[in-house]
Structures are given as C-alpha cells and as structure tokens.
C-alpha cells in the first residue's frame, strides 16, 4: 500500500486534508484553521479534534485578516509519510497588505504536519521578512490555547531571520 492525501469538505463546508499511512493510521487537517480534526494511529487509538495542541506564535494575535488566514502551500507522500503544508503571512519580497491601512505584517508562518505509523509530527517555521534597518522581534509560542500549563517559549527573530519548532506526538488521550 502506498500513502495516500485527499482533499475533501468536512460536513461542516471546511476544506480538509485526509493523510492516510500505508499502515492505516489516519489524520485529518483542517486546511483553514490548521488545526487537526482527528488522528486515529495503526493500532486503532484515536485522538479527537482539540486533541492535538499544535504550536501558536502569538505574532498570530490580531494580526491583519488577509495575513494570518492559512492557506495550502503543498501536499507531499514521498517515503510513504503524507504530510500537508500550511502558510500564512507574507512571502519575502510581497507587496504591503494594503488591509484598510494595516501596513505590512513582516511575518511569514509554515506548518507542516506528517504522518508516520504511530507519530504524528508539527514542523512550524516563523520568518520574519521585514528589510534591513528593522528591529529584531521578540513573541511568545503557547501550545495549543495556553491551557497545556506548558510556559510559552520567548522567541527573539532579528529582520531575515526565521525561528522553528518540531514537536511529535506518539500517544493519544
């Protein structure tokens, strides 16, 4: 059997994403939140939408409409791992937002979630794409909500620079 990515809607309307391992385990990635849906591992485990705190730079807090919508950036089944990645934010060298006056949002985030036999794994990449003569930015990254009781990570990213984050879940709840 070989990996398989499907795009559907959810019952909801959502696009989603369906990753399938050859080993039968399952995720399902909501492509406008980026949140997981579901995950069921081979073993039959499942874990349930909410289940899965995924990293949130909090540069995502009140940040321009336009910029923080996530948006499907690539599908990928090589080595029979189905992955999905997710972007939000400007790409390097785009013009201003132009959102009402909210200038340019010098941010551009990726996300990319693989599925192996019994893990489940977030890659998050924060670029922070602001010209030359622009500060360093310093921003906080919660899991999930905040409500982990993990301390958020201070982060400190200068103009061109990027900061990134894997984190991989083995087990359910």
Do not use: K, M, Y
Not at 7 to 13: E, F
Not at 17 to 22: C, D, T
Not at 120 to 140: D, I, N, P, S, Y
């Amino acid at each position: 059997d070989d990996a398989e990515i499907e795009v559907l809607r959810a019952s909801d309307g959502a696009p989603i994403a369906r990753l399938r391992h050859p080993s039968s385990a399952q995720a399902v990635v909501c492509l406008r939140t980026g949140l997981v849906r579901s995950w069921r591992r081979s073993d039959g485990r499942t874990a349930p939408e909410g289940a899965v705190p995924l990293l949130r730079p909090s540069v995502l807090d009140g940040a321009p409409a336009r910029a923080a919508a996530w948006r499907l950036a690539l599908l990928d089944d090589s080595n029979n791992e189905p992955s999905v990645t997710l972007a939000c934010g400007v790409d390097a060298g785009s013009l201003p937002l132009g959102d009402g006056g909210a200038g340019f949002w010098p941010w551009h985030l990726r996300r990319t979630l693989t599925l192996g036999a019994g893990a489940l794994r977030e890659q998050l990449t924060v670029e922070h794409v602001a010209g030359a003569g622009t500060e360093a930015a310093t921003f906080e990254v919660r899991v999930g909500d905040g409500g982990s009781g993990e301390a958020p990570e201070v982060v400190t990213v200068p103009p061109g620079g990027c900061w990134s984050a894997t984190r991989t879940w083995s087990g359910v709840a």
